[in-house]
Nanobody
C-alpha cells in the first residue's frame, strides 16, 4: 500500500491550497478515504473524509473552508483548502478511516505534505 500526499507549501492567511493524495495497493474505489493532519507537538487529527458514494464529513475546525473530493479513476483523493488560517499549519496525510470520526485508520502512515500558513 502506498499513500503519497502532495501539494503543500507556504501560503498567507486567507489563501488557498489544493492537496492531492495518490493511493495504490488496495481497492480505492470501494473505500472511504480521509485527510488527517499533525501540527508540531500535537497529536494527529482527523480533517475530512469522502465515502465511496461521495458523501463527505469534516472536522468542525475546517467545515465551510475545506472541500474533500475523490477521483476514483485516478485513485486520488483531494483537499481544497480555502480561507487558510495559521492554525491550519501542519503536515497533512491521507489514509482510510475505519470509523466515522477518523479515530482509527487502516494503513501505516504514508508520505505527508507540509502546509505552512504564515504572514
Amino acid at each position: 500500500v502506498q499513500l503519497q500526499a502532495s501539494g503543500g507549501g507556504v501560503v498567507h492567511p486567507g489563501g488557498s491550497l489544493r492537496l492531492s493524495c495518490a493511493a495504490s495497493g488496495f481497492s480505492f474505489r470501494r473505500n472511504r478515504m480521509g485527510w488527517f493532519r499533525q501540527a508540531l507537538g500535537k497529536q494527529r487529527e482527523f480533517v475530512a473524509a469522502v465515502s465511496a458514494d461521495d458523501g463527505t464529513n469534516y472536522a468542525v475546525s475546517v467545515k465551510g473552508r475545506f472541500t474533500v473530493s475523490r477521483d476514483s479513476a485516478k485513485n486520488t483523493v483531494n483537499l481544497q483548502m480555502n480561507s487558510l488560517k495559521p492554525e491550519d499549519t501542519a503536515v497533512y496525510y491521507c489514509n482510510l478511516p475505519l470509523d466515522y470520526s477518523g479515530s482509527y485508520v487502516r494503513f501505516p502512515w504514508g508520505r505527508g505534505t507540509l502546509v505552512t500558513v504564515s504572514s
